[in-house]
T-cell receptor
Framework: EDKVVQSPLSLVVHEGDTVTLNCSYEVTNFRSLLWYKQEKKAPTFLFML????IEKKSGRLSSILDKKELFSILNITATQTGDSAVYLC???????????FGKGTLLTVNP | GAVVSQHPSWVICKSGTSVKIECRSLDFQATTMFWYRQFPKQSLMLMAT?????????EQGVEKDKFLINHASLTLSTLTVTSAHPEDSSFYIC????????????FGPGTRLLVL
């Protein structure tokens, strides 16, 4: 059975801190690893990673994939209160680009 | 680009009624649409995958006669919850993907269903 595990499940930090969110996966016919940010509504897309070792960056967020260790991390530097959300990791595999989601990491950034 | 809309955003209904939720890709053609359900403080659970013009593929444990999915065009899919019961109350989210956009799924804003 396909599985995605995220850690930690929740995290509380102060503004300005740097955080690292972890995601490990076991997915048949793995294609790509995706990160989403979910606030009160549906998830918004952050990154899609397909190749090992190549960092993707968008502002203060960055992510990297290790296909040998079946692992990805999402880094957020200089956190802001607006970064508070649930961060979801999902692995794409099989036919139809089906996504298997982890349970998410609830990040709370306090002023 | 890659905008997905859902309607309605909120619905409250009586037990036993049917509820239809629409999912539309506004600026791209969605060859595949996905329907998820999310209970409070839990992750997204895939219910079914639908390709335009063909029958949906349901995940294990999801009753296809209860959750009717129609993907009649490349921009519209509908989920009908038939004979809804209180335990069907949840947050229903659709997503869409297109070969041209790769594997990324773009999510609609979700529909909160409350069955009384």
């Amino acid at each position: 059975e396909d599985k995605v595990v995220q850690s930690p499940l929740s995290l509380v930090v102060h503004e300005g801190d740097t955080v690292t969110l972890n995601c490990s996966y076991e997915v048949t016919n793995f294609r790509s690893l995706l990160w989403y940010k979910q606030e009160k509504k549906a998830p918004t897309f952050l990154f899609m990673l397909t190749s090992s070792g190549i960092e993707k960056k968008s502002g203060r967020l960055s992510s990297i994939l290790d296909k040998k260790e079946l692992f990805s991390i999402l880094n957020i530097t200089a956190t802001q209160t607006g970064d508070s959300a649930v961060y979801l990791c999902a692995a794409s595999g099989g036919s139809n680009y089906k996504l298997t989601f982890g349970k998410g990491t609830l990040l709370t950034v306090n002023p | 680009g890659a905008v997905v809309s859902q309607h309605p955003s909120w619905v409250i209904c009586k037990s036993g009624t049917s509820v239809k939720i629409e999912c539309r890709s506004l600026d791209f053609q969605a060859t595949t649409m996905f329907w998820y359900r999310q209970f409070p403080k839990q992750s997204l659970m895939l219910m079914a995958t639908s390709n335009e013009g063909s029958k949906a593929t349901y995940e294990q444990g999801v009753e296809k006669d209860k959750f009717l999915i129609n993907h009649a065009s490349l921009t519209l899919s509908t989920l009908t919850v038939t004979s809804a019961h209180p335990e069907d109350s949840s947050f229903y989210i659709c997503s869409a993907s297109s070969g041209l956009l790769g594997e990324t799924q773009y999510f609609g804003p979700g529909t909160r269903l409350l069955v009384l």
